[in-house]
Structure formats: structure tokens, C-alpha cells
């Protein structure tokens, strides 16, 4: 572990992306982080606000957005295009040379769509396979690969993902080579025993504290498949998970939630 | 020049990407050119017609786009997300390693906003610079790069640049290192002495012919941009420039356009 090279791999959710202001302070405090990175990022309410504008209606369950033909569209434009494309001029003038990637970009993530138990998630993505060569190829010739959660199944078939799970799953496949930090940051300090308290603040989570909790009825939403994830990734490899505001990227001191095993 | 690598770059236009049936046939031509090769893409009806459902008026002069905020929103999530990862994903289906790119991924196309004489473009983007080490770096991996024409200047802005510009700057940076042929394809055998007759295909085009067709006005609307820039490609380098069908990509015995000096 000791000899392995650091990688920050960075996931910041769609109420970051939204506001230009604290997208600026996000690039600042992503470009002050040494060594390779990967950022992830969610897909916020451009796409939900498109669907609208556009007479499609938004369809979710527990959360999850249902991909029907019309949306995918939608999600591909906004979230591989608009918001990614962004994200990567924003990074560039900053100096980190940044490539933005959906999966199927040098096959770098292939999935299967969801298959129909309960609910039909139409061409939802769940990832069978990360290409770590190929990402380890961009970080070793100085690029920042920036991920947007859409991926393919290698038929031609483009799928959306969920960008935690993403983030999850790619720092996981680079914990082969790379000691991984990942970062969920968000414009909460981290996870909060009340959510309605933003002093109620955890700052080390270990999976018993997080079952405990979860049975409490503590967590809940997005951030159960968000730590289901992060714990999966915990086991297999991934040496830490933070979750938190975007300044704990550049300030180690700042308050938020670790996990570990 | 006998000892360099060849190279093809292919443009495709809008009419090929429109239309499923003719892309994969596309596919078909494309997965068959040994060597390198280079996709860039144009945009199709799909920014007008999504423009036209969000409201916003799609403004021309001279067959060029006129590009503000919103409608720069609108190309970036047409051209950079719907279509070029459509495309990506449908290459990787053939088993091209294709990774799509906006100019702003890998700092691959420089550009400035358009200034302002007797027409203001908005956010259109003038191209200064083609990153040719990272495009070799790419083509050196077996990738093959799929450029939608979305630009940037470096310091956070994208841009709207002409996608048949983009194709002749990208051969002709190449042209150091290779032998590039430049292919125009659309759904025309190539340039017509008589627009509306398509069996006057011009089969061989100098720029003693260009300029006689020109000036007799059979040479109109965007094919006058597109050979002008094809004419600059083959005078800085560039090999052979053709214009034609997809056909050409994989059948060299298909009559069509070519320019030569």
C-alpha cells in the first residue's frame, strides 16, 4: 500500500453543478489537490428542467429516474454534453488538462441495461466492467478524466447511471494500482444525524454506525444507495471515502464524514 | 512524404447523422479504412428542430448559424452529448476504439470568438490552434478521435465552430505526420456542375475550375465555406481532399469529387 501512488477520485452532485458561484470555488479547490484525479459528476436540474420545457414528464421511484427513450436523449444531451463540456472548459481554465468521457468514450465503462423486476428502468445502465487501462492510460499522460454518468453496453446502446455508483465503481477498479480517495461532496457538511440539523454532523461512519442508522430510519433517499455504494467500495479496495462540502478537497481540517470499514 | 503513416479524416454531414438507415451504412464504410482515421461530425436538423421546441428563433446569415447563450446551450448539448456519443457508442459497436471530443477535451482545438464587423456571430469560434500532439497521442493508441465541432478559448468559454472548417484544420495540423487524405461526405455524389442535375458530377476539381465555377455561380450557400477551406487544407499540406458519398470510404472505384491543386 505504502509504495502505491496517490489518485483522488471526486464526485460533486448536481446542486453543485447548478450554481455557477460555487462551481468557480469548486475549480479551485479541485485544482489545489496534488497528484492524479478522476472527477465524477451528477447531472442536477437541467435535465428535470428540460423534460418539463420539452412536455416530458419526469419519472422517478425511490429516487431513480426512469429512462425512457425521450429521456435518455434528454440525460445524453445534458449530462454528456451541456454540463460535461462545461465542466471541462471551467477545468481547462484553470490549467488541469481535462478530457470529458461518457462510458462508451475508449469503452471506459460498460453496462447492461436494468432488467425488469418491479420496475421497468428502461435503458437504465448498471455497470458490468471500468477499463482501467484505459484510465490509467489519461492519468499517466497528465489528463483529468471527467465522467458523466452515461455509459454504454458496447452494442450501441448508450444507458444512464447513477454517478455515485459510477464514482464508486471507478475508483474501485484504479484501487488495483492507485491508493484511492474518494470524495462525495455536496453542499451538506457530510452526513447528519438529523437532517434537519446541519450541526448534527457524523464525522467517522464505520458500517455498524451506518446499519444502526439506517435502521433509525437516519438515512435516507439518495444517500442510501450513495453509502451502500461507498461501503461496497470501502471492502473492495478503496482506502478511504469522504463525504462533505467541496472545501474539504483543499482543507483537511474542515468537518465532515469519513467512512471506514 | 513515401515514408509517412497514412491518415484518413472524415467529415460527415448532417444529412448522414439525421438519418439511422444511411449511419449504418456509414458504420459499414467507415470500420473498413485501414490506418488511422479522424470522424468529425456536423450537426443535422436536430439544434433547429430543438430550438424551435424550446422557443428559441434559429438565426442564419449566409448558411451560418448565429450563435447566442441560449442557442449555444442548445449545439452544445445536440452536437458534444446526443450525437456524438450516439455515434461513439455506435462505432464502439463495430469495434472502433472511438473516444468522442469536444475541443475543450484534451485542450484538442483552441478557437476565438468571432469579432465583431458588419454581422455578430455570438459565440462563434474562429479555430487558432489544433492540439496535434494530443490527436497523435490518441491516433498512436488506436483511438479514433470523434470530434463534434464545439470549441473552446481556453479560458472557460466554448464556442460554435463550422464543422467543415474544423475537419481541414485538424488534416492539415496532422499533415506534418502523415499522409492525409481529407473526405467530405454527404448525401450528394460530390460537387455538381448543375445543382439540380446529379449527373453532372465534376470529377476532378483545381483551383482554375473552383474559381471559373465560382464566378459563374454554380458553387452556392455552405459548399462555398466548405471548398474554400478544402483548397486551404490542400495548399498546407494536406493530400487529397474528396467530397462524395460514404461509398468513397470503402470503394475507391465510386466516382465522386476529388480537388487537387
Redesign the interface.
Known amino acids: 500500500m505504502v509504495n502505491k501512488q496517490q489518485l483522488t477520485v471526486v464526485k460533486i452532485g448536481g446542486d453543485i453543478v447548478d450554481n455557477d458561484q460555487l462551481l468557480q470555488e469548486f475549480y479551485n479547490h479541485f485544482k489545489k489537490i496534488s497528484g492524479p484525479t478522476v472527477l465524477v459528476h451528477g447531472g442536477g436540474n437541467k435535465a428535470s428542467a428540460l423534460q418539463k420545457?420539452?412536455g416530458i414528464e419526469p419519472k422517478k421511484v425511490d429516487g431513480r429516474r426512469i429512462t425512457d427513450a425521450a429521456t435518455l436523449?434528454v440525460v445524453?444531451?445534458?449530462?454528456?454534453?451541456?454540463l460535461?463540456?462545461?465542466l471541462?472548459?471551467?477545468l481547462?481554465?484553470t490549467g488541469k488538462?481535462?478530457?470529458?468521457?461518457?462510458g462508451?468514450?475508449?469503452?471506459a465503462i460498460r453496462a447492461h441495461k436494468r432488467s425488469v423486476a418491479d420496475v421497468d428502468y428502461g435503458f437504465a445502465g448498471d455497470i458490468d466492467r471500468v477499463n482501467f487501462s484505459f484510465i490509467d492510460?489519461l492519468l499517466s499522460?497528465g489528463?483529468t478524466p471527467v465522467f458523466s454518468a452515461?455509459t454504454?453496453d458496447?452494442?450501441?446502446?448508450?444507458l444512464n447511471t447513477n454517478a455515485d455508483t459510477l464514482a464508486a465503481r471507478v475508483a474501485t477498479a484504479m484501487s488495483s494500482k492507485y491508493n484511492v480517495q474518494l470524495y462525495y461532496c455536496f453542499t451538506k457538511a457530510g452526513v447528519l444525524e438529523d437532517v434537519e440539523n446541519g450541526d448534527s454532523l457524523v464525522e467517522r461512519m464505520d458500517s455498524t454506525i451506518y446499519a444502526a442508522m439506517k435502521s433509525a430510519g437516519q438515512i435516507v433517499d439518495g444517500m442510501i444507495p450513495k453509502l451502500d455504494t461507498a461501503f461496497e467500495a470501502l471492502s473492495s479496495g478503496v482506502l478511504r471515502v469522504h463525504v462533505g462540502t467541496i472545501q474539504i478537497l483543499s482543507d483537511n481540517t474542515q468537518k465532515h464524514t469519513t467512512l471506514c470499514l
Open positions: 420545457e420539452l436523449e445524453t444531451m445534458v449530462y454528456a454534453g451541456l460535461n463540456k462545461k471541462v472548459a471551467g481547462q481554465a488538462n481535462a478530457i470529458g468521457l461518457s462508451a468514450d475508449g469503452d492510460e499522460g489528463y452515461i454504454h458496447g452494442k450501441g446502446q448508450l
